[in-house]
């Protein structure tokens, strides 16, 4: 923990206790042949960071209200419940976010064993950004939990700018954010393998799972497309879909990528990953898309300006340093 913001296990047992006294106020979900039986589900939305995980979660899946009873182990409100958080707000949302991150994890940690130990359904969003998410699938699935899996993959220099503009944003706007640098979204993808190798193998083992792979690009104004769409209706399968909830996959021939996530006796191997990893290591290279970022750090850089002296130094930097790179052919 940092010294300069130090914090308790007491502390962190304080913030659950009073998180716990709305978070877990929901149904939870029962077989409706046995309702002695639990039938728990948790959902996922995984990518690197600024591949725009929170924004799917928040804008198209919680208002369908196919999960109003599902407990979600974070929100920004969390950190609010960190002794000092009254300190550390007199230097800045970036201040408040770098010296609660340590708590918010030891906090999340605390919410996810009560919630998966009674079996509540559970609401995870991850960033790729540490290898322990890769360890939890296989306990889940024998506690018979089913996996609902949403993977966005986004052009790694792209995530970063995402990254940039957001935390232009969020000084702007005064809500809580991080400077993220390309280099640890990089790093991030070094666990992606393992982290999602392991949930869609969860996907394989519980009759009713799915998996949904995205693109996040340019060309769509990073507008989310569905890549392929795979469920799971006998165990140790995944079926591919004709299109995702009657909506049409994406076409992306430039990448020269057959998306498909297929799992059974024949093709036994996780596939999933690779496909991810095809879109997250492309090159920017038509003109077309490299103008548009050009014009997207351009526009980031106009509006921090606005924000001088409180916008970091690093993201004028990497933002200058995309301009250069792809303002010309």
């Known amino acids: 923990m940092t010294s300069q913001y130090p914090f308790s296990d007491d502390d962190v047992q304080k913030a659950f206790d009073q998180l716990s006294v709305t978070l877990f106020d929901v149904q939870r979900d029962f077989d409706p042949d046995d309702h002695q039986l ?22 198209t899946l919680l208002p369908s209200g196919s999960y ?51 079996k509540y359904n559970i609401i995870m969003e991850s960033a790729l950004d540490n290898i322990e998410f890769a360890s939890f699938p296989p306990a889940a699935t024998a506690a018979g939990y089913r996996f609902e899996v949403h993977m966005i993959a986004c052009q790694k220099e792209l995530s970063h700018w995402a990254t940039l503009d957001r ?24 666990n992606a393998k393992a982290i999602l190798d392991a949930f869609e193998n ?16 340019l060309p769509t104004n990073m507008e989310r497309q569905v890549l392929c769409h795979s469920t799971c209706d006998s165990y140790a399968e995944l079926t591919p879909q004709a299109d995702f909830k009657g909506q049409p996959f994406a076409q992306v021939p430039h990448l020269g990528v057959k998306f498909g996530i297929l799992r059974n006796a024949q093709a036994n191997s996780p596939c999933a990953y690779l496909q991810y990893a095809q879109v997250v290591h492309a090159g920017l ?13 351009c526009a980031t850089l106009a509006k921090a300006h606005l924000l001088m002296p409180a916008i970091p130094a690093e993201v004028f930097r990497a933002l200058s340093m995309y301009v250069l790179k792809y303002v010309h052919p």
């Open 285 to 297: 290279i038509s003109e077309e898309v490299r103008q548009k970022m050009v014009q997207k750090c």
């Open 38 to 59: 639990p039938s728990p589900k948790i959902l996922i939305v995984a990518g690197a960071q600024g591949s725009g995980k929170t924004f799917l979660l928040e804008k």
């Open 202 to 217: 969860a996907c394989t083992q519980v009759p009713g799972s799915e998996i949904t792979l995205y693109q996040r690009d």
């Open 68 to 118: 109003e009873n599902y407990v979600r182990l974070y929100l920004p409100a969390f950190r609010e419940l960190h002794p000092r958080y009254a300190q550390m707000q007199a230097q800045g949302v970036l201040h408040v976010y770098e010296h609660t991150e340590k708590f918010i994890w030891a906090l999340g940690a605390k919410v996810f064993a009560y919630a998966f130990a009674n």
């Open 167 to 190: 935390v232009v944003k969020s000084i702007e706007t005064s809500e809580l954010e991080r400077v993220v640098s390309l280099t640890q979204i990089e790093e991030a993808q070094f």
